[in-house]
Each structure stands twice: as C-alpha cells, then as structure tokens.
C-alpha cells in the first residue's frame, strides 16, 4: 500500500508538469517516447536477459507495450476528440475493469472489490463531472481502450510474478516491461510523431527529464510492486486517488480553479471506498474462521 501511496504522490505531480509545461508545446509521441527511453536507462543495464522464464520475460514485455505503451498513445489521442474534464472523467472506469479482469484471471468473483470500486468511482465522478460535449463518442472508446490496457498491465503483472516466482530481485526483470513500451511507441513516433515540435526550452528538457527517471522509471516499477501487494478492490480504488490527489497539487502549486466543495465531497467518497473493502474483507475472514470452526 505505502508504494502506491507514494507513487500516487508522485504521478500528482507529474499530471501538472504535463498540463503546464508540456501540453501543447511538446509532441506527445515525443514526449512519451524520451520517457521510455530515459526509463529504460535505469533498469536495462541490470536486466537478466537469461536465466529468467520465457513465458515471464514474454509477459513482462506484453504488460509494458499494454501499461504503457498502448495507454499512452490512445489517451494523447484521445485528446484530439474529449475535452480535458472529459478525458479526466472518462478515466474513473479504470477501477472496474481491474477487479473485472483480476476476477476473470483467476475465475471467480468477488463483490467486495467490485462494490468498493463503484463507489471511488463515483467519488472521482463527483470531483471530475463538467458536463459532456455533443462528439465525444471516438474520443470516449479510444480512452476506454488506454483504461483497459493500463488496467491489464497491472494485473497481469501481478498475476506474472504470483505464477512464475524466481529468486531474482523484480528489479532485475522489470526491463523487459520498458522494452515492450518502447515497441509500441517508437513505431507511433515514427509514424505519426511531429519533428518539428521538440523540446526548446531547458525547463521542458528537465521536465522530461524527471517524467522519464522519476514519473517513469521509478513510478511504474514502484506501482507495479505495489500491485502484487494489495488485493484487487485497493489497486482499483488507488486508480482513482490519483484524480484528487493530481487536483490538490494543482491547487496548492499552480492555483488552479477547482470546485473545492466538490473535492472534498469525492475524497471523503473515495476514503469511504477504501474503508468498505477493508471492512468487508474482515467480515469475509471472520465469517470463514466462524464457519471452520463450526
């Protein structure tokens, strides 16, 4: 949990950065493209190319093009066709399809998670709703496309290091996760990146710089870590405290117009969210105990 609280934090901050600095100014295949790359430097040097499963180096490098590669490229697209509170709304159902696809994974289902995830969503519902545009139709499924990939590459790498334990530290392994991205958005770069728009200023410089060390490397390796650590229902919930974690930087930093009442209402929901799977999982372990010993 303490890992995917930190990352939360972190990728806060990187939202802002983003908005401010980048948007608009840099090309966003570009962008993602430098932070791969950047990321990639801090783990490939210490990647075990043998010695590993096959089947967990194919699955890492699947779970990086999916996580990050495939998530990226449509929710930059999906820009072109949403307005930003849209793209900002539109992102709550990432928790859904994580306890949906963890319960598909291992075959079962567990109302629990689900029930908790559909109230964060309806807590980041509540911080995020502006209303909607007439055309958002194609913008909405290629964001719903980015969800559903960031949403498998997380639990399929929870799932990957559960089925295929090895003695290695996952650090040692977590290369391959970049190395998928990069098959995906070098390829979108290429194709329909823009040249002309690079970076030309030493601040968007740095600041990629950071996306790339930081927000990238570090980030995905401490939230993906923090996946195999936490049940379903958590991992979704801390999906959407990114929303109003990534609204209260903005606030405090770059002062931006934020409906405050609104944030509270959607945080207290989404603490309420997390208190519901806790409290149900306990009840759920009690009831098995009592059951047992009857």
Do not use: H
Not at 90 to 114: G, K
Not at 142 to 167: C, D, H, S, T, W
Not at 260 to 266: D, F
């Amino acid at each position: 949990m303490r890992y995917l609280m930190f990352v939360t934090v972190l990728w806060a901050f990187s939202f802002s950065l983003i908005g401010v600095y980048l948007a608009g100014k840099v090309d966003s295949y570009f962008a993602v493209l430098m932070r791969i790359m950047l990321a990639g430097l801090i783990f490939l040097p210490f990647t075990r190319w043998r010695g590993l499963p096959g089947r967990l180096k194919g699955g890492i490098t699947l779970v990086g093009s999916l996580q990050f590669g495939v998530t990226y490229i449509c929710l930059y697209q999906s820009f072109l066709y949403l307005s930003v509170p849209e793209v900002l709304l539109f992102t709550i159902f990432t928790p859904l399809y994580v306890t949906l696809l963890d319960d598909a994974i291992n075959r079962r289902f567990s109302p629990a998670p689900l029930f908790a995830t559909v109230i964060a969503v309806i807590g980041a519902g509540v911080i995020r709703y502006d209303g909607l545009s007439d055309d958002f139709i194609t913008g909405f499924i290629l964001l719903q496309i980015a969800n559903l990939a960031f949403a498998a590459g997380q639990v399929g790498y929870a799932n990957l290091m559960k089925r295929y334990p090895v003695e290695l530290p996952a650090w040692r392994s977590f290369g391959y996760f970049f190395l998928g991205a990069l098959l995906v958005v070098l390829p979108g770069f290429l194709v329909l990146g823009n040249p002309d728009k690079l970076p030309t200023t030493s601040v968007q410089w740095g600041i990629l710089v950071w996306l790339g060390l930081a927000a990238s490397g570090l980030g995905f390796y401490l939230w993906n870590k923090g996946a195999c650590q936490v049940d379903a229902g958590t991992l979704g919930i801390m999906n959407n405290a990114l929303v109003p974690a990534g609204l209260i930087v903005n606030i405090l930093i770059w002062n931006r117009d934020v409906d405050l009442t609104r944030l509270a209402i959607g945080g207290a929901i989404i603490g309420l969210s997390l208190w519901v799977n806790a409290r149900w999982n306990r009840w759920f372990q009690l009831s098995s105990a009592q059951s047992s010993a009857n």
